[in-house]
């Protein structure tokens, strides 16, 4: 960071600054950082933007500590010079986005009155649709569109991929329809690539302009529930209308989610923009943590952000009711029917094909916590117990990868040793991508043996539903090789690993 001292100028970037109540939002839009300050620190900055050196401000606020003030200023990439020396931009390169050429006069439009006029009555008539057709709400068993089930879930990922995308592109082209900068870009969360939209710049706008860039989500999810609810009245295929249901019941799940406050979603930053005062959500925490411990410290602005908070309380908690309420009957019963349906086709039917649907489901199932145990070891996880959590949820998914490459090998021969072979190599490498992370999380030397010995007995308890499974399968293609035989191997092979990592501990 460049020096500073008392003879230092000042060249600043072009600012947003917008009057906020008592505060003021300054900003640099190119980059959507922004800050709250008073009417101290907008003077301050107004005075070195006009020239004036360090020590003249300071010595007009000397009670303030001016240079801390500046060091964050320049932080935050709102100073382009210093002592007519240009110094580095923090921010240079930072994002990576698309379509930043739309134009504000190009997308306007959508956002006029005939419009808007529009979309009520889009909305309004797919509100009398599910009034006088109650068939058409979304329920659990609206997820299954399909009967089969390796076709469910990347249909169902491909679905809500786009319908995420389209949720963003609402608060993009709003943001767009005010002139705003706006960023709409790929990135990841976790592991996952998603769509986003950054709309930081929103606080360049006058409160009362920002309600349109913060509910243009919502709406879009709005217009495209409420026209597959419309759709419905056609005369439409059984799987047409299957799908469609499914997306008015992802669009009912997706605007539910906007009731959990706590998660600070669209909804939340709306009401956030309505009460006019700035991290309700943190604000409202500390107050239900000063109920469970008194002692706990506590400061409002004054008595109205007390009294909103006060009164923004039970809406927070019910966000965690909402949750519970979407888990008790949306969550639960869509995963007791999909293992209802797993569990007929792998132990009950006695079709090969349904069989096979049925481990493919289960296998991009399980591809989800063995990347997220994965991740969350190598990156995120510190404590012991989180860390072993991970760890499980890393062997469920690893283990149903073994099962299908052991059938596959099943089906293409029949020759017992080299599948024991085979299965042998399995057991080894199972253990080989968790010692790898295990080295790399750098455990306590303690845990170390707690590692393997859950390690043993998990394995123990893989290897007989292993055994199970295997049996079901070779019931099912015919075969007349041993189960007992091919589990055993992979034992072996387990147990030799084992026996590697303790000696290495």
């Known amino acids: 960071m460049h020096g500073l001292h008392g003879s230092s100028t000042f060249e600043f970037y072009e600012l947003s600054v917008v009057k906020e109540g008592d505060e003021w939002i300054i900003g640099r839009p190119s980059t959507g950082v922004y800050i709250r300050t008073n009417s101290v620190g907008k003077h301050i900055i107004e005075l070195l933007a006009e020239g004036c050196s360090l020590a003249h401000v300071e010595r007009h606020y000397c009670d303030h500590r001016v240079k801390d003030f500046v060091a964050e200023l320049q932080h935050d990439g709102f100073i382009k010079g ?11 390169g930072m994002f990576k986005a698309f379509f930043n050429n739309v134009k504000p006069e190009r997308v306007a439009w959508l956002f006029s009155t005939p419009m808007l006029m529009l979309y009520v009555a889009i909305i309004a008539a797919a509100a009398v649709v599910f ?44 943001a767009k329809s005010h002139g705003l900068l706006t960023r709409f870009g790929i990135t990841n969360r976790y592991y996952y690539i998603v769509a986003i939209t950054d709309v930081t710049n929103v606080y360049s706008l006058p409160r009362h302009q920002r309600f349109r860039v913060l509910y243009g989500g919502m709406v879009v999810d709005a217009l495209i529930m409420s026209l597959c609810a419309l759709a419905q009245l056609l005369p439409l295929p059984g799987w047409l209308a299957a799908y469609l249901s499914f997306i008015i019941l992802i669009e009912f799940l997706g605007l539910w989610w906007q009731l959990y406050f706590f998660l600070r979603t669209d909804l939340y930053y709306v009401l956030e923009n309505i009460l006019c005062v700035h991290n309700l959500n943190v604000k409202t925490r500390r107050l239900i943590k000063r109920l469970v411990h008194p002692r706990s410290t506590l400061t409002f602005a004054d008595k109205r952000e007390k009294r909103i908070t006060q009164c923004y ?7 965690y009711v909402m949750l519970t309420l979407q888990i008790v009957f949306f969550g639960i019963p869509i995963m007791a029917e999909a293992f209802k349906r797993i569990f007929t086709q792998l132990f009950v039917s006695k079709n090969l094909f349904e069989f096979i649907d049925a481990t493919v489901f ?33 062997l469920m998914g690893e283990f149903l ?9 099943l089906m293409a021969t029949n020759n017992l040793w080299l599948t024991g072979g085979v299965s042998f190599l399995l057991g080894a490498a199972f253990c080989a991508p968790l010692y790898y992370l295990w080295r790399k999380a750098r455990p306590s030397s303690l845990l170390k043996g707690e590692f393997i010995a859950i390690l043993v007995v998990v394995f123990l308890v893989y290897t007989y539903v292993l055994r199970v499974l295997l049996e079901r399968f070779l019931l099912q293609v015919g075969k007349e090789i041993p189960a007992w035989s091919v589990t055993f191997a992979f034992l072996l092979g387990v147990a030799a690993a084992l026996i590697y990592l303790w000696s290495e501990t």
Request: hydrophobic share 60%.
């Open 82 to 92: 210093i002592d007519n020396h240009p110094i580095p931009d923090p921010h240079d």
């Open 313 to 319: 309380a039970p809406i927070f908690v019910l966000g």
């Open 401 to 409: 990868l073994v099962f299908l490459i052991l059938a596959s090998a």
């Open 131 to 174: 009034v006088t057709n109650p068939s058409l709400l979304p329920v659990p068993s609206d997820f299954f569109f399909t009967d089969y089930l390796m076709l469910l879930l990347p249909v169902s990922f491909l679905t809500g991929a786009v319908l995420i995308a389209l949720h963003e592109a609402g608060h993009y082209l709003a």
């Open 362 to 394: 289960m296998l991009f199932t399980l591809l989800n916590p063995v990347i997220f145990g994965a991740v969350m070891i190598v990156k995120h996880f510190r404590r012991p117990v989180t860390k072993l959590i991970a760890l499980t949820l890393l």
